[in-house]
């Protein structure tokens, strides 16, 4: 039998082909066994250009994995009496309003920790082009009280980024620090994670720089996502930590969940006793929202976790299913507590077994062709179960994956050219021409005729984000950028056809001009998607004030 240490290093050359494959830059891991950490590894560059090595001290934006910090720092204000999961948030935050027939005027912080609003995400409105935040951190209430309802209340599952942006919001409000003094004050100065901050923080050594792969796997560095003060969606992505620092808050708060559930709990060792305990836990790790995926086992949302019953799939990929494989099968049944993260330029895992003190931590600084992050910690899961003989092949799966992600482009933008059925508009150009207004008036979308007598769609007024429109069908237009253009622009290309599309009519005036844009960005909306309307003549400018454009 291999020892820990030989059983892992021997997963090195695999870990370094998926990495290859799936065009990832660097990748630093780490494992906790029965409340030690038995492995720690990196491989790739946290710098391709000066090619300077990823270690455990490398801080990574964590993405997702960042809603577990938010939920935390709730957790201690419900402790200290100053807050209530069942609280609605239209008593703390008195500028939510929705309408008085809608059932989601009575959200609660607990609606919003577990997905559990039915508000739709409306994610693409708010990350543009090279990682850009298209809104500020004060639309975020606004936004969340006009996005309409995506699924039922507290029946249905939407994941939400501006839930949680908006319950940093509260934090800030209830403790009368900013997020980033009170997550300093409650989590990182108690627990010594010296390489833990927030998006404010300048001038830190050892960062891990961002990249996207090209078609070829490839990388090219990208500007660096959700940095500054007061910058949009910190609380729900926007944290930087390391391997070190992360497989210390996850043991604690494995030994403070030890405490708090019916877990049975190991000897904490001088180290652990000395440590706060983390409150809360109960609450956290609870199944409040069942998720609609097609699995007999638990599959569930709690606050900033999720829940899985293994053998289970842990943050399905996109495509087939059969790139998304069960994992733990033939060890028995067993809770994992755990969350992804995926911001352009970083893609992150952490999977805790609070039953046996385990844990694997992945952090990766690409947005990847497939879900290569996810492949590794999949891998490391099953070594640390002592299961690799039931293992899938993780370095197939990451090619036949990565192949996919490298044309996904190629197939949509096929199916937009199929579906064409003008090549000229059918009015003239200047019919469009003009500005188009989300309902919250902080988003607009440009619709503007250049030298070359072609219209071009231009969000929130950004050359980085402009881009020219092809006549699709009457009165609708598409716009399009393959993988590797939208790659050097930090942009995410999941995205169906229906979001490349733009369609226009007079629905205000059956009998008048054009005075309607609709976009479908969000799959939950039906029908054409949102209504933006045109800017009347004389109306006064919207607040534009966003970014150098």
Same mark, same amino acid.
């Given at each position: ?97 929705? +309408?008085? #027939? ?13 997905? #559990? ?24 209430? +606004? ?49 010594? @994670? ?38 949009? @969606? ?19 708060? @494995? ?43 638990? #599959? ?66 690409? @947005? ?9 910690? +999949? ?9 690799? +003989? ?92 393959? #993988? ?66």
């Amino acid at each position: 039998m291999k020892t820990s240490n030989a059983l892992f290093a021997s997963l090195s050359s695999t870990i370094t082909e998926i990495t290859r494959l799936s065009g990832i830059a660097g990748v630093s891991v780490g494992v906790i066994d029965n409340g030690q950490i038995i492995h720690q590894a990196s491989y790739g560059f946290c710098d391709v250009e000066s090619q300077s090595a990823c270690d455990s001290e490398s801080t990574f934006v964590l993405g997702s994995l960042s809603k577990s910090f938010t939920s935390i720092l709730l957790a201690h204000l419900v402790e200290d009496g100053r807050l209530g999961w069942d609280d609605p948030l239209c008593k703390i935050l008195p500028d939510f309003q929705r +309408d008085s #027939h809608d059932l989601s005027r009575h959200t609660t912080i607990a609606d919003l920790l577990s997905h #559990h609003s039915g508000l739709s995400a409306f994610d693409a409105l708010w990350l543009g082009s090279n990682n850009v935040p298209l809104l500020k951190h004060d639309d975020a209430v +606004d936004i969340l009280s006009y996005v309409p309802q995506g699924g039922s209340f507290r029946n249905s599952f939407i994941y939400n980024n501006f839930a949680y942006e908006v319950l940093g919001h509260v934090i800030e409000k209830v403790s009368g620090s900013s997020y980033s003094s009170f997550l300093r004050e409650k989590l990182l100065e108690p627990l010594g @994670m010296k390489r833990t901050y927030y998006t404010d923080a300048e001038g830190m050594e050892n960062e891990a720089k961002p990249y996207a792969a090209l078609k070829n796997a490839s990388v090219v560095q990208i500007p660096p996502a959700l940095k500054g003060k007061d910058v949009l @969606m910190g609380p729900a992505g926007g944290v930087r930590s390391c391997i070190d620092d992360l497989l210390n808050f996850y043991d604690a708060l @494995m030994v403070s969940a030890a405490e708090q559930l019916e877990i049975r709990a190991t000897a904490r060792t001088s180290h652990q006793r000395q440590r706060p305990s983390l409150p809360g836990l109960a609450a956290m790790w609870t199944g409040w929202n069942i998720l609609p995926m097609p699995l007999v086992r638990e #599959h569930s949302y709690g606050y900033g976790w999720l829940r899985s019953q293994l053998p289970s799939v842990l943050a399905p990929s996109r495509g087939s299913p059969e790139l998304s494989p069960l994992i733990g099968i033939g060890t028995g049944s067993r809770l994992a507590i755990w969350h992804s993260g995926d911001i352009p330029g970083y893609q992150t895992h952490a999977t805790l077994f609070p039953e046996t003190n385990q844990a694997v931590v992945v952090l990766t600084n690409s @947005m990847t062709l497939n879900a290569g992050s996810r492949y590794i910690s +999949d891998l490391l899961i099953e070594a640390l179960f002592d299961n690799l +003989d039931n293992a899938h092949d993780y370095v197939k799966l990451a090619r036949i994956s990565a192949a996919l992600g490298s044309t996904r482009m190629d197939a949509i933008h096929k199916r937009l050219i199929e579906g064409c059925t003008r090549s000229k508009p059918i009015k003239p150009l200047d019919a469009y021409i003009g500005k188009y207004y989300n309902a919250a008036k902080n988003f607009f979308i440009d619709i503007l005729e250049a030298e070359d007598d072609a219209l071009y769609v231009s969000f929130m007024g950004r050359k980085d984000y402009t881009f020219k429109l092809e006549p699709y069908q009457d009165d609708s237009f598409f716009w399009f950028l393959g #993988h590797d253009e939208a790659a050097r622009l930090a942009r995410y290309d999941g995205y169906g056809e229906e979001f490349y599309m733009v369609r226009f009519d007079n629905a205000d005036d059956k009998d008048g001009p054009l005075n309607t844009l609709w976009w479908k960005h969000e799959v939950s909306l039906g029908g054409y998607g949102e209504a933006f309307k045109r800017q009347k003549q004389g109306e006064a400018e919207a607040d534009e004030d966003i970014t150098e454009l």
